[in-house]
């Protein structure tokens, strides 16, 4: 019996048409799938995704994905790189796959808000406790860490009151209590310090175990990719974070993934952009009657400024290293009204969260209600945090000028 020619909609489906091979261009691929195919059975089961070495399913990875991981391992000065959805999964990742019953995590007072929720709302029905130490007081992290202590999350700067800890000093305690460290290091994005070799020295001889980065930020730089990663220098640390990974199904999406690969190019660039702009401002607004105080961990004077010349000072030729964020303290003397009235004054500065694309944010915050512990450093006011895009920078001062002349009228 003949077989008939297939319907138009199976060789739609089943095309022919091969391109040629030989297709070279400089900007990796887009590759989409959930499905991949084998040849035949034997080489369905003998393919490995684990190691990298093929592909199986989307969901373990792709030509897209392998190599966005490699570059990230590379500015990172990692070895092994997981992408997940968000920056919060990846934070979510490495608590989930360490942390068990009976387990306790210690974190940050200052740390990143959506990070001390999931210890609060999430861990906390697992049996997983959790501390929140004071990041500015090594001795209180020293104190803190107990017998059932498996993990020990860090963060540089703070968020929001951008105190910079002494990093090194606290991976080292990590280290020598046999606790795993692990770094939401979003602000660094691996410019402004190496977290693999916190002596700089390239021996490598001090670094976290694990750093965490939302890609959202800087690596995108468009505000408008939602993705993480989690970075390691040991395989059998980086495979139990592997595991968790594939089990609890957090996959990225190729087109995401090739906008963060078209982005990283000139993430050096936009970052120095970002930090000339936010230190030019900080200084500007420090001289304001109605700003009490300028969080900016590169300025004279502001909480764990050593710490941050220490580390990322000679980042820059000696100029450091710092990410376009910071926060002003408007003196109490002046109203949440008028701190308002000063938010909803800028027209390039928008109200939104998140930070790390061109565009420049604005955010007031209520600080005592981000703390459990009281912040002595902090001067009494209302904290405002800028995101400084990459307009020009006279623009954004003459925005700031305007809106500050609006609310606190001399
Ligand atoms: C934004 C941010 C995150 C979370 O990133 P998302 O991709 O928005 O989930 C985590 N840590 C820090 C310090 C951040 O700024």
Sequence with gaps: MNQAAPDLTTHLIHHPYQPPADFVALQPAVHKASTVVFPNVAAMRERRWLDKSSYTYGLHGTPTTYQLEERLCTLEGGKQCLLVPSGLAAI???????????????????????????????????????????????????????????????????????????????????????????????????????????????????????????????????????????????????????????????????????????????????????????????????????????????????????????????????????????????DARHSQQQVDLLCDSLRLFKLGYSWGGPVSLVVPYEIESMRDRPVPHLLPGIVVRFNVGLEAVQDLRADLAQAMQKAFPA
């Design 92 to 330: 979510a990742t490495v608590s989930l796959s360490l942390l068990h019953a009976g387990d306790e995590v210690l974190i940050p007072d200052n740390a990143y808000g959506p990070n001390k929720s999931l210890a609060q709302a999430e861990l906390l029905q697992w049996g997983i406790q959790h501390v929140f130490y004071d990041p500015m007081d090594v001795g209180d992290l020293a104190e803190k860490i107990s017998k059932r202590t498996r993990l020990v999350w860090l963060e540089a700067p703070g968020s929001v009151s951008m105190e910079f800890p002494d990093l090194p000093a606290m991976v080292a305690l990590c280290r020598a209590r046999g606790v795993i460290s692990a770094l939401d290091n979003t602000w660094g994005a691996g410019l402004a310090f190496k977290p693999f070799d916190l002596h700089g020295d390239g021996s490598g001889s001090l670094g976290v175990d694990i750093s965490v980065q939302a890609l959202t930020k800087y690596p995108s730089g468009g505000g408008d990719v939602l993705m993480g990663s989690v970075i390691t220098r040991d395989q059998a640390l980086h495979l139990r974070l592997k595991l968790t990974h594939m089990r609890l199904g957090f996959g990225v999406s190729g087109n995401d993934a090739e906008t963060v690969l078209r982005s990283l190019p000139s993430i050096a660039l936009r970052y120095r952009a970002h930090d000339v702009a936010a230190r030019e401002l900080a200084l500007w607004l420090q001289q304001h009657p109605a700003v009490a105080q300028v969080l900016h961990p590169a300025l004279a004077g502001a909480p764990g400024h050593a710490h941050w010349q220490a580390l990322c000072g000679p980042a820059n030729g000696g100029q450091g290293a710092a990410a376009g964020l910071f926060s002003v303290v408007i």
